[in-house]
């Protein structure tokens, strides 16, 4: 439930210039496409704390450094009466401490469960990156981005559609608009932020491997593993290797998190973890948020029952799809075998 208005982008635009000091937060283990569209509401409308308190993931951090972008992962100063939660689950706020009584804003592009409240809010789930939503709120108020905000916002939405595999027109034509502002290629944004996978990752990984069990379904292979950290780059190895969805979790004193990805087979048959993520938190509690293919669950519980219903509730899904697309063919046959 969201207690405040939703915004169009240019109510959203004369809000955030309304002078109110503010601090922009985000997300645990911010990605490029957050600290782009953090970077770019700061510098378009003078909104100077960003406020990163769990950190950026690896990409993101070296995307920081070429750009020389400041975060603090200080709560902000009793001075800051505004929160602008960037690309981030309204599911995920309740894990933010020291908000207090300040004013929440939200701009994201996420399914998400949970209650919260917010003053103002853009949540465009159809949006495959939230630096595009950004773009389209500063081009409606007539300004222009910086050219490293606009670098930096193209690379945001290059990592968050997967190099545009998930794109569309709209991001493309925004992509476009942001490059006529910036100074590099394309070429050579990605190339600044090209690093090589640290050797705790790698093993993650292969540990992972080693972990996994599959099932299938409808010619579907449905994998789950564990891991103790980096269940990102788990599950993206795992459909890599030709999972169709994969489900990784790990679990710290009874809290369980289950990170899910699918691949394009399962993209095309619209499976949804955001759906199938909520029926798993119905029946054990907790959160979940994120994208159609890509997306996480927070509960408790023990790991192992909270994958295998995962696996179950994936398997019911690609069955009940089967069978639904075998009797569309029999009565496009006039019921004939």
Request: aromatic share 6%; glycine share 10%; with cysteine.
């Amino acid at each position: 439930m969201i207690n405040g208005s939703a915004c169009s982008a240019s109510s959203m635009a004369e809000l955030l210039a309304d002078g109110t000091p503010s601090a922009i937060a985000l997300h645990p283990g911010a990605d490029v496409d957050c600290l782009a569209s953090a970077y770019a509401l700061s510098s378009t409308f003078g909104i100077d704390y960003l406020w990163a308190p769990f950190g950026m993931d690896r990409i993101a951090s070296a995307a920081a450094e070429n750009y020389g972008v400041q975060t603090s992962a200080e709560t902000p100063p009793p001075a800051i009466r505004r929160i602008v939660f960037v690309d981030t689950s309204g599911s995920r706020i309740a894990e933010y401490t020291g908000i207090g009584d300040r004013e929440i804003f939200i701009i994201d592009h996420h399914q998400s469960s949970g209650d919260f409240g917010a003053r103002a809010y853009i949540i465009d789930p159809a949006a495959p990156s939230c630096s595009e939503i950004i773009v389209e709120i500063i081009e409606e108020c007539g300004l222009t981005a910086s050219c490293k905000a606009a670098e930096l916002l193209v690379l945001g939405m290059l990592y968050d559609t997967g190099r545009f595999r998930r794109g569309t027109a709209k991001t493309l034509r925004k992509c476009a608009s942001m490059l006529e502002i910036a100074e590099a290629g394309l070429g050579e944004l990605v190339a600044r932020t090209e690093i090589v996978r640290e050797s705790a990752e790698q093993t993650a990984i292969l540990k992972g491997m080693q972990r996994m069990v599959f099932r299938t379904a409808g010619g579907y292979m449905v994998c789950c593993s564990h891991t103790s950290a980096y269940e990102s780059s788990v599950a993206s190895a795992l459909i890599g290797a030709g999972c169709d969805v994969a489900f990784v979790a790990s679990s710290s004193e009874g809290a369980v998190r289950v990170t899910g990805r699918t691949g394009e087979r399962a993209a095309r048959a619209s499976i949804n973890l955001v759906t199938l993520f909520g029926r798993i938190a119905s029946g054990f509690g907790g959160t979940c948020g994120g994208h159609a293919g890509a997306a996480g669950l927070n509960t408790e519980g023990d790991m192992e029952s909270v994958l295998n219903s995962c696996a179950a509730e994936c398997l019911e899904y690609i069955g009940a799809s089967a069978a639904r697309a075998s009797e569309n063919a029999h009565a496009r046959r006039g019921g004939r075998f």
